[in-house]
């Protein structure tokens, strides 16, 4: 299975998307976002950064970018794609999923190993995990406060569209503790924390076992590959 | 010579983390005189020429699909102004 990772000018996390990937045993396709070729992926990935700085709007400019008309397109007839970070950021900008996201509410730039509680296992990307399950990854953003208005909200929460919630700790001031989403297909979903750096044991947050051995994020890109598999 | 000025605010109803950490700069300096400060933006768009209404519509629709997200940020002017020397 091919899953694109689309790199933009300040991307930071495409090549640990990409490993991810591998990692899950997927085909990783390397993309760029100047282009409008998606060279027949079957999934995609946009990746955590800043892209273009977070001038204007975090993700505002990029959600612009030539190879984003390819990606709306994709998503529309229903190709799995995932945000993470800045990527999704993209998907808020681009209107693929509801709310916003803005400067965090404390003001500081954070980063932390984030327990996250996975709301919805109905998607591509959460099919591995279990209602419920508590799951601890990276999280590092300045801008990662989830708002929308209380009819959206209500809506939100009403469909059911609430992928992952933060536990514990609500890092930036997020409603309703909203640390992901999906939208009505579940085929899109974005959050703010970052599966694609708690793939690897030795490389990930710290587990009760084991220092930098937790592997959470994995399951996400397995999930899109046990999903493709099964169909 | 003349430009086109959009404003853009964040939406009355949201926080706005910078406009607040502005206020407690202006608490720290003694200054109580404020309640509320909030950071908003200012585009300048040049053109070559006078401003058309076909530019005028262009600034507008680009205010709204680019310059600005309706879910956070409110449009509160958009105007013709002369043209700083």
Known sequence: MKVGVVTFPGSLDDRDALRAIRLAGGEPVALWHGE??????????????????????????AAHSPIMAEVIEAAHKGMPVLGICNGFQM????????????????????????????ENTDTPWTNGYREGQEITIPLKN?????????????????????????????????????????????????????????????????TAQA????????????????????A | MAIIVIEVMPKKELLDPAGKAVLGAF???GMSDFREVR???????????????????KAKTLAEDLLSNGVIEDIVDIRVEDSPA
């Open chain 1, 142 to 206: 300045g801008e990662g406060g989830f708002i929308a208005d209380g009819e959206t909200l209500k809506r939100i929460e009403g469909e059911n569209l609430v992928t992952f919630r933060y536990v514990e700790v609500n890092p930036n001031g997020s409603l309703h503790d909203i640390a992901g989403l999906r939208n009505d297909t579940g085929k899109i979903v974005g959050l703010m924390p970052h599966p694609e750096h708690a793939v690897e044991s030795g490389f990930g947050p710290d």
């Open chain 1, 36 to 61: 409008h070729d998606l060279r027949g992926v079957d999934a995609l990935v946009l990746p955590g950064g800043f892209s273009y700085g977070d001038y204007l709007r975090c993700g505002a400019i």
């Open chain 2, 27 to 29: 608490h720290r300096q």
């Open chain 1, 91 to 118: 998907l808020v900008e681009t209107g693929l999923l509801p709310g916003g996201l803005i400067r965090n509410d404390h003001g500081d730039f954070i980063c932390r190993d984030q327990k996250l509680r996975v």
């Open chain 2, 39 to 57: 950071i908003g933006k200012r585009f300048e768009l040049h053109v070559e020429g006078d401003v058309t209404d076909a530019h005028r519509e």
């Open chain 1, 211 to 230: 220092m930098k051995s937790g592997t959470d994020g994995l399951v996400m890109f397995q999930s899109l590959l046990r999903q493709v598999m099964a």
